[in-house]
């Protein structure tokens, strides 16, 4: 029940002892204002592992050739393997029912080379699927389509910064230019803001075309697939060790050979990554507890300076019939009121500054630094309880106080 002469004596406490009260409130504002802003920097460094894992598709594996280190079956140490077409189509039928979308990739660097203007590029020979795993936007015209691929069409795909760089205010839609003084018509141009202007600087062009330009063969640098979301992250960790393990039977691979075949689950590196973010979290968590506890601390101090200065007041109301639950509720009363103000006061400051923020922080890994309303429900639990603990021992103090020996007390 609100009790009206509580809060006015509350109220009339906190204005007779105003400099103890403001120094035992900053404690606690200094300790949440803290625990604020490093739980929401936290945030921000999440935000920014997420943003970083958000410009490919998530159920996506990538699949690297390397050094077969070690000897195995008759074939010599430090062998370079080497995908083929044959290898993507041997995953595609093997692993059918999990996988969605499967591509090969081939790396080139380029000169492309339009009218007058000219410049160095990369170029990625790839299958259609390739667009559902990087998320490529296409902004005119069309993809690298299965006919490209059937045709060896001399067809490119390419970024709006490379448009931008060669055709200048010109549509490059049908245009013809050349790469490497080959000539290739433009069928598309696409952008991908997730990644930048080094991403807009690629060109795309059917496998199938670079494999016959370059030749005519049947080599892949990467092979790079899809699976189906609904297998898990379990499921996902599974198909990646198969896959590894199909792959170096094919290549006649040692099993304990880490460095022939390299196989990189998206999924499998976000968690480990974001493993690393949440134990920072919890190292700034528990800093920010820390600085609270501190408050907490300088807060029982003053209340219990504050009980003692009051002893002659409080064995009166003890005189007058007052029961020891009514002291100790009144007590902690105070000192969730302080603690609650003062502690508010450093959450909405926190808030501000983590909102002014913004992007500033890019350059340091940290994207939009915020706290969520779960976490300042939390903080506010983590108030009510402090002002208890900070309470409780005066409290219990006060509620002893004897009648007689109060009234003596000078």
């Known amino acids: 029940m609100f009790d009206l002469d509580r809060w006015r004596e509350i109220l009339q406490t906190i204005n007779k002892n105003k400099l103890r009260t403001l120094l035992a409130g900053f404690t606690v504002t200094l300790g949440i204002l803290i625990f604020t802003i490093l739980f929401g920097m936290g945030n921000g460094l999440k935000n920014t592992f997420y943003e970083a894992f958000q410009d490919d598709a998530q159920n996506t594996i990538f699949v690297y050739s390397g050094l077969a280190r070690k000897p195995f079956k008759g074939f010599k140490e430090n062998r370079r393997i080497e995908f083929e077409n044959a290898d993507l189509e041997f995953l595609k039928e093997k692993f059918a029912g999990r996988i969605e979308h499967i591509t090969a990739r081939i790396y080139k660097g380029v000169t492309a080379k339009y009218k007058s203007e000219y410049g160095n590029y990369s170029l990625r020979a790839v299958h259609p699927s390739h667009q559902y795993l990087e998320k490529t936007d296409i902004d005119k015209g069309r993809y690298v389509n299965e006919n490209d691929i059937k045709t060896d069409a001399r067809v490119a795909v390419i970024g709006r910064l490379v448009e931008k760089d060669l055709f200048g205010k010109e549509d490059a839609i049908g245009k013809y230019f050349s790469m490497n003084k080959i000539i290739y018509r433009v069928v598309g141009v696409f952008s991908d803001k997730g990644s930048g202007d080094s991403e807009e600087r690629s060109i795309y062009t059917p496998v199938s075309t670079t494999q016959l330009i370059h030749k005519n063969t049947e080599i892949i640098d990467q092979i790079n697939l899809m699976y189906d979301i609904s297998i898990g992250a379990n499921g996902a960790s599974k198909l990646s060790k198969e896959i590894e393990v199909e792959l170096k039977k094919r290549h006649n691979i040692a099993p304990s050979d880490r460095s022939g075949i390299y196989v990189e689950n998206k999924v499998e590196d976000l968690n480990d990554t974001l493993q690393v973010a949440n134990v920072l979290q919890i190292i700034v968590l528990w800093i920010g507890i820390g ?33 020891p639950s009514s002291v100790i509720g009144m007590i902690l009363q105070e000192t969730i009121v302080v603690t609650l103000v003062f502690g508010y006061i450093g959450l909405l400051i926190g808030n501000f500054i983590l909102n002014s923020m913004g992007d500033k922080l890019k350059d340091w890994f940290i994207t939009n630094p915020s706290v969520s309303q779960e976490t300042i429900i939390a903080a506010t639990v983590i108030l009510i309880l402090s002002g208890l603990i900070a309470g409780y021992i005066p409290a219990r103090r006060a509620a002893r106080v004897k009648p007689i020996v109060a009234l003596r007390d000078e």
């Not at 101090?301 to 003890?318: A, D, H, P, Q, S």
Request: glycine share 12%; hydrophobic share 50%; proline share 0%.
């Open 291 to 323: 600085t609270l506890l501190a408050g907490v601390i300088g807060i029982s101090n003053i209340m219990v300076y504050i009980v003692k200065e009051r002893t002659k007041e409080l064995g009166i109301r003890k005189a007058l019939g007052a029961k």
